[in-house]
C-alpha cells in the first residue's frame, strides 16, 4: 500500500506534539502531592514496590529500575503474580506505587487494598482521580491527559509518557535530596560503560607486596621489579613514606652509564625526588589524562593522610576501557 511519505512524517510529528502537549499539562497540574511522595520515600527505611499491568506495567518496570540505579532500593512486582504468592516479597515499611490510568485495574487496585490492609504507604499514579485506586492511595499523582496520541484515543500513549515523565521526576528530584553524586552513580554501574569511566582510582589499585628501603643493594631492587613485574618499585624510608622510585628502564640506564659500579650502588643512588602520585579517591580516566600529561605510565596512590596504597598503571586502566 502506498502511502505519501510527507504525510508519514506529519503523523510523526502530529504524534510527538500531542505528547508534549500533554507533558505540558502534567507540568501545570503538578502540586504538593509530588513532594509529599519524595518526602514519604525519603522518610521510609524500606523498598519502593513498583506495580502496574500492561503499559502501567512496563513504564513500572522502567520506573522501578531508574529508582534501584539512582539510590533508591525498589522492585517490580507484577500485580496478577501478587495475588498468587508475591505479596509476600512486600515488607511492612515498604511503600507501594501503583501506576493504572484508569485506577480501576483489578489486579492493581487488589494489590493497593492488601497493602492497605497491611498499613504500608500507597502513592497512585492515575489519571483517573475518582478512581478506585484513587481513593486507596495515601498519595494521588495526577497522570490525566485530555486525550491519547491514539487516532482512536485508544492505545496508551500520551498517558503512558505522563507516567514515564512524573516516575523520572520523582527518581531525579530524590536523587537531588539525596545529593546523589557520580561516584554514587558508579557504584551502581559498574559494568557499564559510563560505571567505568565514574569508577575511582582506588577500585584499580594494584597492592605492592614488595617494597624498597634506601639501603637495598641492586640484588635486591632487581629482585623486586622482577618479582612485582610492575616495571616500577616504590623506595620507602624508616618511616614508611615513599621517597622515590626506580623503573626497570633506571637500571637498564645505569648498566650502561655506570657500568661495573652499579653492582655496589643502594636505591638512594637512583633516587631523583618524589615520584608521581595521585589520590585514590580520584576519577580513574582523570587518572588516565595526567599520566598522559606527565608522560608517564604509572602512578603511586596514596590516601588523604599521604599513606601510599598501591599502584596504578595506564596499561589496566585502558584494558578496563576506561577511556
Not at 502531592?33 to 499491568?53: C, P, Q, Y
Not at 494489590?111 to 497491611?118: H, L
Not at 637498564?252 to 655496589?264: G, P
Request: hydrophobic share 45%; with cysteine.
Amino acid at each position: 500500500m502506498a502511502v505519501n511519505r510527507d504525510a508519514i512524517v506529519a503523523w510523526g510529528r502530529e504524534t510527538i506534539r500531542a505528547e508534549i502537549e500533554s507533558l505540558k499539562q502534567t507540568t501545570d497540574v503538578l502540586d504538593g502531592s509530588f513532594t509529599d511522595a519524595v518526602e514519604a520515600i525519603l522518610r521510609s527505611e524500606g523498598k519502593v514496590v513498583v506495580a502496574g499491568l500492561g503499559k502501567s506495567g512496563h513504564v513500572g518496570r522502567k520506573l522501578s529500575a531508574t529508582l534501584a540505579s539512582t539510590g533508591t532500593s525498589s522492585f517490580f512486582l507484577h500485580p496478577a503474580e501478587a495475588l498468587h504468592g508475591d505479596l509476600g516479597m512486600m515488607d511492612a515499611g515498604d511503600i507501594l506505587l501503583a501506576i493504572a490510568f484508569g485506577g480501576e485495574t483489578m489486579e492493581t487496585v487488589e494489590v493497593a487494598k492488601a497493602a492497605r490492609r497491611n498499613g504500608q504507604t500507597i502513592i497512585a499514579i492515575t489519571g483517573k482521580l475518582e478512581s478506585t485506586l484513587a481513593s486507596l492511595a495515601d498519595i494521588v499523582l495526577d497522570g490525566g491527559v485530555v486525550s491519547e496520541a491514539c487516532p482512536l484515543n485508544l492505545a496508551p500513549t500520551s498517558s503512558t509518557t505522563v507516567a514515564m515523565a512524573i516516575g523520572d521526576a520523582l527518581a531525579v528530584s530524590l536523587m537531588k535530596a539525596r545529593g546523589f553524586r557520580e561516584e554514587d552513580f558508579a557504584a551502581f554501574h559498574p559494568g557499564g560503560s559510563l560505571g567505568r569511566k565514574l569508577s575511582l582510582v582506588k577500585d584499580h589499585i594494584r597492592c605492592l607486596p614488595l617494597k624498597l628501603s634506601l639501603d637495598d643493594g641492586f640484588h635486591r631492587i632487581l629482585e623486586v621489579i622482577t618479582q612485582q613485574n610492575f616495571g616500577i618499585a616504590g623506595v620507602f624510608d624508616a618511616e614508611g613514606s615513599l621517597v622515590g622510585a626506580i623503573s626497570d628502564g633506571d637500571l637498564r640506564r645505569a648498566l650502561i652509564d655506570r657500568e661495573s659500579n652499579v653492582f655496589t650502588a643502594t636505591a638512594k643512588d637512583f633516587v631523583r625526588g618524589k615520584p608521581k602520585s595521585i589520590l585514590d579517591h580520584t576519577l580513574a580516566v582523570d587518572a588516565v589524562n595526567f599520566m598522559e600529561q606527565q608522560n608517564v605510565s604509572s602512578l603511586f596512590v596514596q590516601d588523604d593522610q599521604g599513606v601510599t596504597l598501591g599502584l596504578i598503571r595506564m596499561y589496566d586502566l585502558l584494558a578496563a576501557k576506561i577511556v
